[in-house]
């Protein structure tokens, strides 16, 4: 596996997120290789078919056999791996998996700030239930400023649009909308994401109709939002 590796990764040392790492991540599985080739070649594998292909399943069963060979090792699994497994987790509904992975990477004592934040905003979100509104604000709040600290914009927007679906739970729209507005749309706009643009004017609209109704000055506003979103949608 070692010579395999060293041809097959690229310069920065990861195996590229294609058909060729799900071949690397099961030889690397069945030959005993390195933690680090394992983890890096489950990391690109997983990406690849939960990212590209969006087989959940599929990447799961290949991240879940490293983490447990990484924990024969005394490891345990990477913060990269424990979130891209609870990602994969939570898209097939498996909740009880998802927020255990998550709670394994929050217990982790190394991992860049990054993905110790998204860690920490995601645990937030799947526990919302059981802490309450006011605890997941605080963590999604606390993973926010890492994100602005640490200059990473796209999960910052992402954690702002989950603070802003959790105060549209707590009936705080006005906030809930100047968030998306303020804080998303100008970075969804510079960044050109489609998905993102399209779904914020979606959220938008649905607040505004729930402020207001069907009624008032926001009724053109509130179907522009909505033409565009559903344009957005169908273009991409």
Request: hydrophobic share 45%; glycine share 8%.
């Amino acid at each position: 596996m070692a010579p395999l590796a060293q041809a097959w990764r690229d310069a920065s040392g990861d195996f590229p997120p294609d058909p060729q790492a799900v071949e690397a991540a099961r030889l690397a599985l069945i030959g005993g290789a390195a933690a680090e080739v394992v983890e890096s070649a489950a990391c690109a594998a997983g990406g690849f078919l939960f990212n590209t292909l969006h087989d959940a399943r599929a990447a799961l069963a290949i991240l879940e056999p490293a983490r447990a060979r990484l924990e024969e090792r005394g490891g345990g699994g990477t913060p990269r791996l424990l979130l891209l497994a609870s990602n994969c987790a939570e898209r097939i509904g498996e909740t009880v998996l998802r927020l255990a992975l998550l709670e394994l990477g929050l217990a982790l004592k190394d991992g860049r700030p990054v993905e110790q934040a998204q860690l920490v905003a995601q645990h937030a979100v799947a526990t919302i239930g059981r802490d309450g509104p006011d605890q997941a604000l605080a963590r999604l709040r606390q993973a926010a400023k890492v994100f602005e600290e640490e200059g990473d914009v796209r999960s910052r927007a992402v954690t702002m649009g989950r603070i802003a679906d959790v105060l549209q739970q707590r009936g705080e729209s006005e906030e809930a909308l100047r968030i998306h507005l303020e804080e998303r749309l100008p970075i969804a706009l510079r960044m050109q994401d489609v998905d993102s643009i399209a779904h914020i004017r979606l959220c938008c609209a649905m607040l505004r109709v729930k402020a207001s109704g069907l009624q008032g000055d926001e009724i053109q506003t509130i179907l522009d939002e909505i033409a565009e979103s559903f344009s957005l949608y169908v273009k991409h």
